[in-house]
């Protein structure tokens, strides 16, 4: 089983860690940890807005998401990096415009 939680910089809601959900499969946690980049990158985007200017808020204000395999290991699994994944969007999403 794998366990895709959030952590939060910004305490909006009170919680500064959220379990997102569980899954049978690695695929299934990664492609939720992406949607949930893909959420605050969607939010903050606004035209004009350069990748490095929205890589830098997605650091300051987004949810970093971490997924854990059941077990012994209680490291982030290896598989996904949510750095790389949000350099990756902030790139394409910048542009694509």
Known sequence: MYYVEAMSKVNYHGDQVVRIGE??????AIAVAEQ??????????????????????YQNEGRVPF??????VTINVPGFN????????????????
Not at 23 to 28: C, K, T
Not at 36 to 57: C, E
């Open 36 to 57: 949930v980049i893909d959420q605050f990158l969607n939010y903050a985007y606004h035209d004009g807005v350069s990748a490095g200017v929205l890589f830098v808020k």
């Open 23 to 28: 899954y049978e499969s690695l695929g299934d």
């Open 82 to 97: 949510h750095i790389a994944y949000a350099k990756q969007r902030c790139e394409e999403m910048c542009a694509a415009a």
């Open 67 to 72: 997924i854990f395999v059941d077990g012994d």
